[in-house]
């Protein structure tokens, strides 16, 4: 489930689960979260990608 995936990620790197639904949910950029959250915009673009495994995952698990 997608709300338990962000909740064990908040509990241990509430830092990169921060990032991931800014871009994931709220359609931020890279650089936007990097300017919000003070993390560097490498570091922003790297936990954003973690986030194009949540998609897939939630769109397979709606369609079964």
Do not use: N, W, Y
């Not at 639904?21 to 936990?47: C, D, N």
């Amino acid at each position: 489930d997608l709300d338990a995936a962000l909740a064990r990620l908040a509990a241990s790197h509430p830092e990169k689960e921060q990032v991931i639904v800014m871009r994931f949910f709220g359609g931020m950029t890279a650089e936007e979260v990097a300017q919000a959250t003070g993390v560097t915009t490498r570091s922003s673009t790297r936990f954003g990608a973690v986030s194009g495994i949540a998609p897939r995952t939630s769109m397979s698990a709606c369609s079964m």
